[in-house]
């Protein structure tokens, strides 16, 4: 089977940074996606993964290291807005499908 | 505005009645998805359109019979289900199935189905 672990919740104060961990076991990779989807809307494209390494677009971070089939989300100065869940996506490759995680909920508190 | 559009956004229906849902892309995308979203749970693909053709059934019950006259509309036609089945179903488009898998999907707003 496919497994995608990420934690349920968590929650961080406004201006904070928040690390969110996702580790995979798949029968294929090629790419690791993470989504932001808020309340009632739909899942958005945050960043894509492939190589080992960081990859950084402004406030929010990705990482990947494929040997140990572990990422992570890593938020900074946290706003508000970036309430909400957020979804790790692995793309198996062998067969195409995204195989998701089933997301962690971030709350910003005041 | 994610450029792909569901409706309708809320659906009641009792488990006697027919119901569709509707799906339109305007990214000009070749491939379409279905998935079921339940509270705590990861989505779940249900079924994937490529060129118009349907390349997976990942093991969806018959009451789910999906439609895909061409690649920019895809329809999910709903018959006598179960409450198990309320959940948001959410459909997604990506520009090729298999050559740019490092293209995102675009998912659409969703339909929240509640089965009485």
């Known amino acids: 089977g496919q497994n995608i672990d990420q934690p349920t919740e968590m929650t961080a104060t406004e201006g904070a940074i928040v690390q969110i961990n996702c580790t995979y076991q798949?029968?294929?990779?090629?790419?690791l996606f993470w989504y932001q989807q808020h309340a009632g809307e739909a899942p958005t494209f945050l960043s894509y993964?492939?190589?080992?390494g960081l990859e950084e677009k402004g406030r929010f971070s990705s990482f990947l290291s494929r040997s140990k089939g572990y990422s992570y989300l890593l938020l900074k100065e946290l706003q508000m807005k970036d309430s909400a869940s957020y979804l790790c996506a692995v793309n198996r490759g062998d067969d195409y499908k995204l195989s998701f995680g089933a997301g962690t909920t971030v709350t910003v508190r005041a | 505005e994610t450029g792909v559009t569901q409706t309708p956004r809320h659906l009641v229906m009792g488990m006697t009645n027919k119901k569709s849902l509707k799906c339109e892309q305007h990214?000009?995308?070749?491939?379409m998805y279905w998935y079921k979203q339940s509270a705590k749970k990861p989505l779940e693909l249900m079924f994937v359109y490529n060129f118009k053709e349907q390349t997976e059934n990942n093991s969806v019950p018959s009451r789910f019979s999906p439609e895909c006259p061409n690649s920019s509309h895809l329809f999910l036609h709903l018959h006598t289900l179960q409450p198990e089945d309320s959940a948001l179903y959410l459909c997604?488009?990506?520009?090729?199935?298999?050559?740019?898998?490092?293209?995102?999907?675009?998912f659409g707003d969703g339909t929240r189905l509640s089965i009485l």
């Open positions: 997604a488009s990506s520009r090729h199935l298999k050559r740019a898998t490092n293209q995102p999907q675009h």
């Open positions: 993964n492939v190589l080992d």
């Open positions: 798949t029968s294929g990779f090629n790419g």
């Open positions: 990214l000009g995308h070749n491939a």
